[in-house]
């Protein structure tokens, strides 16, 4: 069965700092790996996702995520964060083509301190 | 294109009465989820359709809840009767079946909060 473990719930970082959100995934069979960002009172939108080309995926306003087999990870990072990064993130796994078993992980609140 | 819409965006009910969530996802898509989040359970899968058809509904909680999509372009979720626990946040989402059927990434709706009190 796939899974994904989003470590810390909640991250805080300086405005113009380093952002790093972790997920380690768990998949019997090679994976397929997305991170989605939910601002307030909003539904979830794409930021990036990895389908087995590049292992370096870039997504959308400035963050990209590598995925790395030998540590089963997918960790989101951002060189310089901004105050409208501010947000919940959500790392998702799935094995198939399909979205009907995407699996997200519980989520990590991005905090920015102005 | 709009995106998904769903409606109403707040609905506040008592205990015992239905609820009606609406959706409506983006013309083409041929897949619709509906998911529940919750600071609890977080994001789940409730029930999903594939050109109007429902293929799985096992997320489903209880026979309290329902969903329909008489058509490719609007969807219901029905509670009926609703109870406390299940205030949460409703989401629908549509995606597409693209190239050597690999589906296009979810888009979500803004989502229905829901209280029941």
């Known amino acids: 069965a796939q899974s994904v473990t989003q470590l810390g719930s909640h991250v805080s970082v300086s405005e113009g700092a380093l952002v790093l959100l972790r997920c380690n995934y768990s998949?019997?069979?090679?994976?397929?790996l997305f991170w989605y960002v939910q601002y307030p009172n909003q539904g979830l939108q794409l930021l990036l996702k990895?389908?087995?080309?590049?292992?370096l995926v870039k997504g959308i306003n400035g963050f990209e995520a590598e995925f790395k087999k030998s540590e089963t990870s997918f960790h989101l990072t951002k060189p310089s964060a901004h105050m409208s990064d501010a947000a919940e993130y959500f790392c998702a796994v799935t094995e198939g083509f399909g979205n009907e078993k995407l699996t997200f992980g519980t989520g990590t609140r991005l905090t920015i301190i102005p | 294109d709009a995106g998904v819409i769903q409606s109403p965006r707040h609905e506040v009910t008592e205990m015992g009465q239905e609820v009606t969530l609406r959706c409506k996802p983006i013309?083409?898509?041929?897949?619709l989820f509906w998911y529940r989040q919750t600071m609890m359970r977080g994001l789940e899968l409730l029930i999903y359709f594939n050109n109007n058809v429902p293929i799985d509904d096992s997320g489903m909680p209880e026979d309290r809840f329902s969903a329909k999509m008489p058509n490719a372009s609007f969807s219901t979720l029905k509670i009926q009767p609703s109870e406390p626990r299940d205030s949460a946040v409703y989401f629908c989402a549509s995606s597409l079946v693209g190239e050597r059927g690999i589906n296009s990434p979810l888009h979500f709706g803004n989502g229905t909060r829901l209280t029941v009190t």
């Open positions: 998949s019997s069979v090679p994976p397929y």
């Open positions: 990895y389908t087995s080309a590049a292992t």
């Open positions: 013309s083409g898509h041929d897949y």
